[in-house]
């Protein structure tokens, strides 16, 4: 079912600038004017148009984002030039290259220019093959378009290619690398795109169970998928009682990625799949429930992680687990008061059938611990609680590990996936605290993300960390979010977290060194 599956031809160039031939070339300008060293005078020497005279008059500025794109000539070897603002030198940092590449292919694209070159020694500060990364990343995030249900024609031309020119002592090597890594990573991100954008009647569990199996078949990757009557054997409470309601059977998918052998580390992914949460008995109101086509955001993320850390073939085990459900009201749906036995030895109050998340996500963690992970992490748009603490623009992460917490964060930062460490305070206990089961399953408004991170805690007997990501995994027209990072789409599904899950799967393997024994130290720190 693959959807909108971005293609982009990369190339390296060793000549010099006067010897480029392309269609367009971007060059970043600080927004002092500034263009690398040498690269001006280049620049002047092939254009009819004295760019420095632009500079000096400040018809060029270099803020961020602001563009200028020169035709110029057909006659030209270089037929336009696209000059992009970087902003202040001393705010440089790397998702400024990832937005300024979106912006400059979605400029092209509507002037029907398909193919660019890039002047890599104008981004300063990182080696070629961490730019040349960072451009496809943002090239193919920003060329991304959710065109499945729609027969209006796009005018936009569709980009081809990506040519990086480099110096001629650059390691072609690595940065041919560093353009593969940054391709698998942006594909990774546009499918989950593809997966939480696709409605609920056509992204059913027992779909959203085929895409996995065809990405496992894709990548190489082992899947097991568990039916109703398999996850009733194993008496998976939750997630029998969350899926009542519905007609559309639940499915339980395990994909492993066999990438450090039997004794190697290994790491659990699990990813909330509700495919459609209307609330359940305790129904959500009509304004915004169309939007919960994407309460599976946190499965796509999984899913398509797990396709990265293939493709990338990272040296570790990882097993993406992902519960499966659709929350709908129903003569048989569960029901507030009811006490539901979850897989593992608890019982749980149901005091609010919209906090449905958490019920199916308990099932998947307790069974993440059978199977010996040696860290766990879940990723989910879980709670409301959680947006209104921290907006749309960084994600909530709660964790019983301060050593992984640190690790996932500082993945986060290298690709702009923001996030803030809420508390798992032991006070938060009584507010899911039950008279007649051993826990309940909403601890109300007051500290709603903290208490439902207090909630996933119950089931976890091993270091883990919870990605709350009801503010970020989607963006509304409103959303400030993608005028920050333009290879984000202007609405729908932002794909975020499969970039930090990826990065974070080979931070483990470098800190641990392949070792399992060592990382279980660690994760003690």
């Not at 391709?183 to 895409?211: F, H, I, K, Q, Y």
Request: charged share 25%; glycine share 8%; net charge negative.
């Amino acid at each position: 079912m693959r959807l909108n599956e971005v293609k982009i031809e990369t190339r390296i160039e060793k000549c010099d600038l006067k010897a480029l031939k392309a269609s367009a070339l971007l060059v970043g300008v600080f927004n002092d004017g500034e263009i690398e060293a040498g690269l001006l005078d280049d620049l002047e020497a092939i254009s009819p148009i004295s760019i420095r005279a632009m500079i000096d008059a400040k018809e060029i500025r270099g803020e961020f984002k602001e563009y200028t794109l020169l035709h110029l000539g057909q006659n030209n070897p270089i037929k336009h030039l696209i000059l992009m603002g970087l902003g202040r030198r001393s705010d440089f940092y790397l998702d400024k290259i990832r937005s300024v590449s979106a912006r400059a292919v979605r400029t092209l694209r509507k002037a029907h220019i398909t193919k660019m070159a890039v002047a890599v020694n104008s981004f300063p500060g990182f080696s070629p093959d961490i730019v040349t990364q960072a451009i496809v990343e943002g090239t193919m995030m920003g060329t991304y378009r959710a065109t499945r249900f729609t027969f209006r024609e796009d005018h936009r031309a569709t980009f081809e290619s990506l040519t990086f020119l480099v110096d001629p002592d650059a390691d072609e090597k690595e940065i041919a690398l560093g353009a593969h890594e940054g391709a698998v990573l942006a594909n990774a991100v546009n499918l989950c795109r593809d997966l939480a954008n696709e409605p609920g009647n056509s992204m059913t569990p027992t779909l959203l169970a085929e895409e996995a199996k065809r990405v496992a078949a894709e990548n190489n990757l082992e899947i097991t998928v568990w039916g109703r009557k398999e996850i009733a054997e194993r008496e998976m409470g939750g997630i029998l009682a969350v899926s009542q309601g519905s007609r559309e059977e639940p499915r339980f998918i395990v994909m492993r990625h066999h990438g450090a052998g039997p004794k190697g580390p290994t790491l659990a992914l699990v990813g909330k799949g509700i495919t459609f949460d209307s609330g359940g008995i305790s129904i959500k109101p009509a304004e915004r429930m169309a939007a919960m086509k994407y309460d599976m955001a946190g499965a796509a993320a999984v899913i398509a992680a797990m396709q990265a850390i293939a493709k990338l073939e990272i040296p570790l085990n990882v097993m993406g687990i992902i519960p499966s459900s659709e929350n709908l009201p129903d003569g048989k749906a569960y029901k507030p008061g009811d006490v539901i036995k979850m897989y593992g030895p608890k019982y749980v109050e149901v005091v609010n059938t919209d906090a449905e998340g958490r019920m199916i996500l308990a099932d998947a963690l307790h069974y993440a611990c059978t199977q010996e992970a040696d860290c766990i992490i879940d990723v989910a748009t879980l709670t409301g609680g959680c947006v209104i603490a921290l907006g749309t623009m960084v994600t909530g992460i709660m964790s019983n590990s301060d050593w992984l917490c640190r690790q996932i964060i500082d993945a986060g930062i290298s690709h702009e996936e923001k996030m803030w460490r809420l508390p798992l305070f032991p006070e938060y206990d009584i507010q899911i605290r039950s008279n007649v089961a051993d826990i309940t399953n909403s601890g109300g408004r007051p500290a709603s993300a903290s208490t439902a991170g207090k909630f996933l805690q119950e089931f976890v007997d091993r270091p883990w960390a919870h990605l709350d990501i009801a503010g970020t995994a989607w963006i509304e027209e409103d959303n400030s979010q993608y005028f920050h990072q333009p290879y984000l789409p202007k609405k729908g599904a932002t794909g975020w977290g499969v970039r930090t899950l990826t990065i974070v799967a080979q931070m483990l393997v470098d800190a641990c060194e392949g070792d399992a024994a060592k990382l279980r130290e660690l994760l003690q720190a």
